[in-house]
């Protein structure tokens, strides 16, 4: 393989000017810097990207940890966060947690292993110990950790308050609201607490089912909603944390014989693009995962560069109203 001194010698300039050029330091005139480029080219040259980080003191690449990326809102924000990483010259490392605390652990070792610049935590694991003893920058995603790590969120409660408060004035009697195990310290948890605060200053009768920790299980999802529903056959509006949510809980109204939106009206949350894919498209709270995302890296940069940051970044929701209200 071509070395560093192969590409000197044949653009006819010294090794530290080829150095100079590969990590952008210092004045170096665009006749020379095409040279260099050309013989790099010629000689099919790779430069060593660890040696080049360890003299830059940056790798220019961010760890994402995500509990699977095969759940369309972590889909979705894997791609966001690439994107936006990418346009500022940064790559991503992506990490899929599985919800497993261990594997989770040795990601984050992996990472510094690799001289990440930083981490994008969206994991729902209950170990947080790990990233509160990292020495590199690290933002979590709709979680909250330790005062002195920013995180991202939406406003939760206040997307949760939309979504009863439509249920409501759509005529629901009856409410239910599906999330995740609230023994998790999630800041979604604040979606539940809108619901109950709602339902209760209405005095309208309402139910909580609760997830398992696995909480991406969609066959698990529709036990509970056809336990829930056969149980209380009166229930006719249903609150869910997830689009995917929504749509086991349409697949179950269909098994129970309801109509939606005539029997059962149905609001998910994240709005992501399968949400107006179906049929009855969903009505969702959208949470804005583009702008989440380019600001989860952006605090990341500037946390590597030594900038203070804000550790509460809280973006508003909206809700958007479709077909199955």
Known sequence: MPTIRDVAEKAGVSVTTVS????????ISEATRKKVYKAMEELDYQPNEVARSLFRKRSNIIGLIVPTVAHPFFAELTAYVETYAYARGYKVLICNSQLDASKEQEYVGMLRRNQVDGIIMASHTLEVEEYKKLNLPVVTFERFISNRIPYVTSDNYQGGKLAVELLLERGCKMIAHMCG???????ANQRHRAFMDVAEARNVPFFTVETDINVFEVDKYEQLLTELLTQHPDIDGLFLNSDI???????VCRKLGKRIPEDMKIIGYDDVS??????????SVRQPLAEMSELSVRLIEDLVEGKTVEVENCLPVELVERETT
């Open 245 to 251: 949510m929504a749509i086991a809980a349409m697949k």
């Open 274 to 283: 399968i949400a107006s894919l179906v049929s009855p498209q969903i009505t």
């Open 181 to 187: 195990s609230l023994h998790l310290d999630m800041l």
């Open 20 to 27: 100079r050029v590969l990590n952008n330091r210092g004045y």
